[in-house]
């Protein structure tokens, strides 16, 4: 009877642990810096509004004569203002840089999920296509994800997409921090970026560390590997995963000139 008892407490605390992990997986997920920061001086503030009602504060970065515009994608942490580096890095050889921030991030409303980052993006692309004749979509980490998924959606392909440091999915870059929880089987919001990437026509370069400690590379040549239009890897030699030299900096400006003429 015993056993039985300590079978029953273990089983009723798996249950327990699977509830809370299902409850608070975003939490895992998503790290937002909820901070507004204000623009610095030369950085503009744009209003996006989104297809499922949300009003979201974005920056424009960079001459507003340029045809070109890097729509870029952060990763799961921070804000905007964490990415300003890499905005003037591009902005610094005649690019327009909108620095998007997700629902949740940055002073926005919301929380963030899949479908809702989904509905961000869209809306930084339509502000775009406003304005500019190219559009390069840079994606980091999560944000690689976030692009992917809206390269293949847009009525008019983007002109070339930088993936940096992309998982093959979110179940699978779980499965390699939690080998012991049903990681595939709990997620709700999934981010299967190898498989979206089949579909993309555009140019693609994937970046990525050798060393990176939070999405194993292999995963990230998984993604280069399944990309139809792929023009090139470049493997960072030493690199993890938030190393500056995969934050800004000739890397990272390189990859995307690399999908531009001239």
Request: glycine share 10%; proline share 8%; no cysteine.
């Amino acid at each position: 009877m015993g056993r039985y008892r300590v079978l029953l407490v273990v089983a009723v605390g798996l249950v327990l642990v699977v509830g809370m992990l299902w409850a608070l997986q975003r939490r895992l997920v998503y790290f937002p810096d909820r901070d507004r920061p204000a623009p610095p001086p030369g950085v503009g503030e744009i209003a996006l509004a989104t297809d499922d009602g949300m009003r979201l504060t974005a920056w424009l970065v960079g001459p507003s004569t340029s045809d070109t515009a890097v729509l870029v994608a952060p990763g799961n942490a921070g804000n905007r203002l964490d990415r300003l580096p890499l905005a003037r890095d591009l902005a610094d050889t005649g690019l327009a840089v909108l620095l998007l921030d997700y629902r949740g991030y940055g002073g926005n409303p919301g929380d963030p999920s899949e479908t809702g980052l989904a509905h961000d993006a869209r809306a930084a692309w339509n502000h775009l296509t406003e304005r500019f004749d190219r559009i390069v979509l840079y994606g980091e980490s999560l944000g690689a994800a976030v692009v992917t998924r809206l390269a293949t959606e847009v009525p008019e392909r983007p002109h070339g997409l930088v993936l940096r440091s992309p998982f093959a999915s979110l179940a699978a870059v779980g499965r390699a921090h939690y080998p012991f929880l049903p990681v595939k089987t709990l997620l709700r919001d999934r981010f299967p970026v190898a498989e979206r990437v089949r579909a993309v026509t555009a140019p693609t370069v994937v970046v990525y560390g050798t060393a990176d400690a939070v999405v194993p590379p292999a995963q990230s040549r998984e993604v280069a590997d399944a990309a139809p239009n792929l023009v090139g890897v470049v493997a960072v030699d030493g690199a993890d995963h938030n190393d500056a030299v995969l934050g800004s900096g000739s890397v990272v400006v390189d990859a995307v000139r690399r999908l531009l003429p001239g």
